[in-house]
């Protein structure tokens, strides 16, 4: 059976955040190994919890319910959860900017 684009596009929206998300991650990282600044190890895991949080929807539904036809509630709580981790990776972003 032939996916639609829609899901096609969904999965290189998705598959692009985790490389850019990724990518900020590992530099933040790097950048903290050279430094050794605290902040630039938090803003690296901020990256991280806003990529891992932008990537839930994908997780969630092509790997553990294995169908992205979801319904109503289960959508909802998936885009609270999702929404939730970015808002943390944000916080953290966030605290480290402003300790750096």
């Given at each position: 059976m032939?996916e639609p ?6 999965l ?11 990518t900020?991650?590992i530099l933040?990282?790097?950048?903290y190994?050279?430094?050794h600044q605290?902040a630039?190890?938090?803003?690296s895991?901020?990256f991280t ?22 319904g109503g509630?289960?959508?909802?709580a ?12 944000l916080?953290?972003?966030f ?5 750096y």
């Amino acid at each position: 059976m032939a996916e639609p684009p829609e899901f096609w596009a969904f999965l290189m929206a998705n598959s692009f955040l985790f490389i850019a998300g990724g990518t900020l991650s590992i530099l933040g990282y790097r950048a903290y190994i050279r430094t050794h600044q605290r902040a630039l190890r938090l803003a690296s895991g901020g990256f991280t919890l806003i990529t891992f949080g932008g990537l839930l929807e994908l997780v969630y539904q092509l790997g553990i319910r294995q169908d992205y036809h979801l319904g109503g509630r289960e959508s909802l709580a998936l885009q609270t959860a999702e929404s939730l981790t970015i808002t943390a990776g944000l916080v953290v972003i966030f605290y480290a900017l402003s300790q750096y």
